[in-house]
């Protein structure tokens, strides 16, 4: 019985790990303000991101990069630009029935 508790235990810590970042990610403005550049043009070009947000590159890169490793865009390379995308699936997934079931008690 002790066994399957803590196989339980490694699984929810991976879960709430996951979701840690994922919400860290979100926890900043200008990475919302990103999401948002993203979600109104569906795609965007680095060199749009620096203008559009008053950012130099390199703090721009270290946003994108929060937020890529969180999974919640994607980025493509194209020639010398970098394409940002968001990342549906893991967007959906936060307001989803499975984050929503770790703190229901039905």
Not at 2 to 30: C, G, I, M, P, R
Not at 36 to 58: A, F, M, N, R
Request: charged share 30%; proline share 1%; glycine share 2%.
């Amino acid at each position: 019985m002790n066994n399957l508790f803590q196989l339980t235990d490694v699984s929810l810590e991976k879960t709430f790990t996951k979701y840690e970042k994922k919400f860290k990610a979100l926890a900043d403005q200008k990475r919302l303000h990103i999401l948002h550049e993203i979600t109104e043009y569906g795609e965007v070009c680095v060199c749009d991101l620096s203008e559009k947000l008053q950012l130099p590159q390199s703090k721009l890169s270290y946003h994108l990069k929060i937020l890529m490793d969180a999974k919640l865009i994607v980025k493509e390379t194209r020639g010398t630009w970098s394409y940002y995308t968001l990342n549906h699936s893991e967007i959906n997934h936060l307001l989803s029935e499975e984050l929503c079931c770790l703190f229901r008690r039905d």
